[in-house]
């Protein structure tokens, strides 16, 4: 049965905020056994914060639009719990099941709507008292058989889809579009989910267009497992794919294919700061194109980063809030069983594979990765970016093919490195070792070897 929102008072002009006529006509489906909500097309209505419910089909018509309020004063539910200070609630949803969300249409966050002064490639972040008012497009908490299709997304004031605690999800053909310049707009975060399928979407994204996550205000849902990402098309401001960096749990047993990243700062980022792990990743039949932006933004062009240091304790917006209640110190756990295949890099700068002790990052393959570097931009490289941790926030000075501190049982084979034509004098060499144990190197393909040579390295013939 079809539950148009028209009929439940909503007017559709744009002005009027509709929430409450949303709402009724949610629970109204949902009370009677549940079918489809319609968002009928050809109109834009304005809506302040609302509930989904289970067995319920929310349908958002070709040519509608569903406008987040720009008024800060309606958003009042954090979107993580005690934590009042990073986001808000718009589209919620708890302990829910049977959900659909679809139908060729566009949910707006009205983003730039919560921006303060827009600078160069950044939004400054208003002050707010207690409550970050800049509200996430849609969180599902407790979530089971869940999907979200064919719609277009688009300029979340934080994060976009954020689903915590959710088994059985599918998300297919979306098109998210948020503004590049606003700090924190991931496009999908997952957070302690489990059995989930991503394919055929295009992100583009202020912030991690894919972010893996396990985040302690929600520790008691689990880790985070069984995840594919396929056919997706991603650009970011910062990372196009992320693990953590906050994880308490478990990130294991993802795959990533067939993916094409570009114009993105960073490409497949796995940075683990807190106790959980992260195990049995690949990611395969990647194109990435990678490049520089300013300090505002975490990353340094690294196409692949692969990292494990501890949280900064002092002096840092994570200290406290990250840590464990009444710790004044964390632990970090360890990164393993990660393979890279078949992958193609251009960008400024190259792999970095780094921690503060070499157990916390092992087991590493890369085969069939292709690296070409080059300088296309006019910030500042020569810089592997290391934030957030306690110690110091990058390292600078040389940029190599592969920068590997600090990790151990890595194993490079049919790899290659190439030397774009705007040579900086900070590109060294193809492969750096600072510190790490049981390195291999096996049929390293580069066109030129000069400055430094390698060090540390067993070489196989």
Partial sequence: MEYNITEFGAK????????????????????????????????????????????????????????????????????????????????????IENVIITGGGTIDGNGISFMGQEKNDAYD??????????????????????????????????????????????????????????????GIDLDHCQNVNISNCHIESGDDCICFKNRREYAEFGPCKDITITGCTMVSTSCAVKFGSENVDQIRNVTITNCIIKDSNRGIGIQNRDEGTISNIIVSNVIMECRLFSDVWWGKSEPIYITAFPRSTENHKDAGI??????????????????????????????????????????VRFEGVDIAIDKTTDYPGGIYDCRPCAGPDTLEGRTAGFFLYNVSDVNIVDCSLIWGPHRADYFETSIIDEGSVNVKVKNFDFAEESRTGHTNLKMIK
């Fill in 12 to 95: 559709g002009n744009g002005v009027a905020d509709d929430s409450f006529a949303i709402q009724q006509a949610i629970d109204t489906c949902s009370g009677q056994g549940g079918g489809r909500i319609v968002v009928p097309s050809g109109r834009t209505f304005l809506s302040g914060p609302f509930k989904l419910k289970s067995n319920i089909e929310f349908h958002v018509g070709i040519g509608a639009k569903l406008l987040a309020n720009p008024d800060e004063s309606v958003y009042t539910e954090s979107a993580f719990r005690e934590n009042r200070g990073e986001g808000s609630i718009w589209i919620g949803g708890e302990n």
């Fill in 125 to 186: 972040l208003k002050p707010f008292d207690e409550v970050d008012p800049r509200p996430h497009v849609i969180t599902i908490i407790g979530g089971k058989s869940i999907k979200i299709m064919n719609i277009t997304m688009k300029d979340a004031a934080y994060w976009g889809i954020h689903l915590v605690g959710c088994h059985d999800v599918s998300m297919e053909g979306l098109f998210i579009y948020n503004c590049l310049k606003i700090r924190n707009s991931d």
């Fill in 322 to 363: 990250r840590l464990p209640k009444g710790a004044t110190s964390g632990e970090v756990g360890q990164v393993s069983n990660i393979t890279f295949a078949n992958i193609r890099c251009k960008s400024e700068n190259g792999v970095f594979v780094g921690s503060y002790a070499t157990d916390k990052v092992r087991d």
